[in-house]
């Protein structure tokens, strides 16, 4: 679930990065972070419901 999570936080860079060209976003180190965290913490969010019993 990893890799999926990986891939949403690539296509949203994308889309930031094509769609708005003339903006004055840049995707630093901050942003890594965030994407990094954003991207565990949605895998462990859909792996855990398993965990505890829940189908």
């Known amino acids: 679930e990893i ?3 990986s891939l949403v ?3 949203i860079e994308r889309y ?3 769609c708005k060209p003339m903006s004055n976003f840049r995707f ?3 942003h890594a972070i965030m994407g990094l965290a ?4 949605m895998a462990l ?3 855990a419901p ?3 019993g829940w189908s």
């Open 9 to 11: 936080v690539l296509a």
């Open 38 to 41: 954003l991207t565990w913490i």
């Open 50 to 52: 398993p965990l505890v």
């Open 3 to 5: 890799a999926l999570w």
């Open 16 to 18: 930031m990065v094509v």
């Open 28 to 30: 630093g180190e901050n």
């Open 45 to 47: 969010a859909c792996a």
